[in-house]
């Protein structure tokens, strides 16, 4: 049984089709990217899936519990853990303290309030560590407001990696990013990703990123899935250069 | 007295007490729209456009000068406040704007006590407007038939400006998106002095017109700043139609939340915002926020 | 930091327990109400300071638990003790429903709903008159010693050093909050609380229970006030207050719970002082607050604790 599961899942904006039964299955370790023209969807998909935007209609597992239309904290604490496009951090507080915030969520006692060396001690351990995948510890004391744009993307990623998810949700990474900053941060996450095997779900604009990460790639268009496959099928495949690759000549 | 009677002359008080209110709401929105500002001080100017009303009527004998002159000052001031004080500040967040503007609040209203006195001063509408006419053989007091007046004309007013000028054109284009209409050429600047004037002055036409009927006094801030907030959160925070429809409701509610629950009319009010809040958090016409 | 700032709150401490020793009885009125108006100002710091959520409502606290304990102190005869926490617990428990109602917005209009709940009450207190006693408010109210050997509150230096433990003990209560896994998620909130919400926290829990927290002691803080004064009236719920709490807080040093202790002890002085000397206090007093807006947004215990880094880094 796949990890991540979207069957039929449909999202209307008044009269706009955001999301045209779309169906799709994540495996376990699977890297997938989502790619697709503007406005093809793929924001919304990531809303849908983590709460943020009820689906109008269709069902999405996860591990084999449905979660579609449930409130986005609670999906978030079954193990699916996401970033934004534009960057989203506490900029006063150092990229430990961002981290330690994050794995604070899935600690029972994240209430706690008085004391709490101990929920402290857990969470700062695997903020540590976290910021260890993401080649951060360097940075560790920086307030997250002062990092470089690529720390901060990288950060942002570490920080939903504390939070010791089951499938990462990674929303545009390296949006904003110069080429130069691009090329370092893709390196980063490549690595990263060999290392941990983790199940990601990936929104990306940059092909070359797309096609340098995901082992799998679901195309989107006007809402509807026009192609999944690898990445050399999808390369080849001529109905996505028409609707898709076309698009940028 | 007939119920068609009642309904009419209770409806036409409404319709005043709605416009008062309008002459505040809109200024307080239209700075908000523009600037991301809550003014705070909103209700500090209303009233000393009231006071200022009363010296320069006493002064000149005539009111259509206090008309006039009172939110020509009052902008100014308000203009110049922006100038030195808010324009430190649109680097900092927005809390910063409200401390400020709160600060203004105390301030000018102690000015007023130690200028004009702690007492209530009267003022006399003009002689043209003081009598009463006859509807439906009841009673109307002619100086609430020109506050609706004034209400729709000035309502009308701000409109066609917003829409039709040049200057309502930029203030627009800088609502939505100050750093491409700065781009653009559009001097942010002194558009923002501009509107927080306009404001100001405004709220100073609602004191001096609320006047002659609530007497220039003291305590006349406190009352009207929250009626404002009100009108403007079930408005939509930057809406001008919001800010309309939120007078509109505010006065009806009050004018006959008074009659019929005389010792709920002030609860009424907030139930009604607070249902609108449920049901829509950024306000009638207000984005979500 | 603290070892620059320990020494001065324990040499701060001594004082404030020695005081009524060397103290004329005048200035230890002024001494225990600046107090209580300290322990206010720190309870909306909770709210201002730690969560940003700017609260311009919180005299609602303070006439709440006013009003409460004097009504329990002049119609039950329940003891000073009792009353005071029991009316510091009623006004945390409303604020559970108040907290509810005011987080429905954020923002801007969070601030407007809970001045505008505050004027209701406000409003309420003048129309309510077989409780609150209406226009006149309660007058009279009684220190009532209660059986089990509190007699000592009662008196001048006792009700003293009441307050200061109540003072005390709020500050410890606080400073374990903001210190605690609960105070990070709050410094979350100021910061991004759309990220917050994103990492799984229900934020609004949070924000209740911070309203809440902050009301309770707020609250705490009026009901010293009513059985300290004597009396409760519409006053303490007007907005004007929670204007004043505001300004103590920001002039203070919002964010560092001694700071708006020292800012409401300031406030005091300068009302006891400017008012003395001008009739204009309160306009200056504004002009005071403006400038600490503009140029020193860090307040008073901002400015000291910098000061004395600096100070420390050189020597």
Redesign the interface.
Known sequence: MALLELEGVTRRFGALVALDQVAMAVEEGEVRAVIGPNGAGKTTLFNVITGTVKPSAGTIRFAGESIGGQPSHHVCRLGLSRTFQITALFPEMSARENARLAAQARHARRWQPFGGAGVFRQAAALADAALEQLGLTSIGDTPAGLLSHGDQRLLEVAMAMAQQPRVLLLDEPTQGLSVEETAQAVDTLARFLQASRMTVLLVEHDMEVVFRLAHRITVLHRGAVIADSTPDAVKADPAVQDAYLGGFA | MTTLAFLLTESLNALSQAALLFFLGVGLTLI?GLMRI?NFAHGALYMLGAFVGYSLAKGSGNFWVALVGAPLLVGMFGAGFELT?LR??YR?D???F???T??????V???VR?IWGPDALQVAPPSALAGVVFLLDEPFPVYRLFLVATGIVVAVAIWQFLERSKLGLLIRATSQNADMASALGVDVKRIRSSVFGIGCALAALGGVLAAPLVTASNGMA?TVI?DA??IV?IGG?GSFLGSLIGALLVGFVQVFGNYYLP?LA??FM?LV??AV??VR???LLGKE? | MRAVTRPILIVVMLALLLAPLGLPPFAMTLLTEALILGLFAMSLDLMVGYT?L?SFGHAAAYGMGAYACGWMLLHTGMPLLFAVFAAALLTGVIAIAVGW?CT??????F???T???A??LY??SF?WTSVTGGSDGLAGIPRTSGPLGFAALSGKSGFYYFVLACLVGGFLVCFALVRSPFGAVLRGIRENEAKTTALGYNTRLYKIAVVATSYALGGLAGALYAPFAGFANTELL???LS?QA??MV?VGGAGTLVGPILGAAFFMLMEHQLSSLT??W??Y???I??AF??FA?QGIWGLATAWLRRDAKAS
């Open positions: 908000f809550v004080v430190r500040l900092r927005a809390h910063a409200l401390m400020v709160f600060g203004l609040a105390l301030v209203g102690e000015a130690l406190a929250i907030f009100v959160i925070m010792d002030l609860a907030y915002m607070l809040l449920v958090p950024g306000g926020t | 940003r700017i109602m429905l917005a954020t923002g801007i209009s601030s407007m709903l001045l505008a709940f004027q209701l409003a309420i129309k007007f907005w004007l204007g505001l300004i920001i009739e204009a309160a306009l007093f504004g002009l607050f403006i807006v503009l947004p």
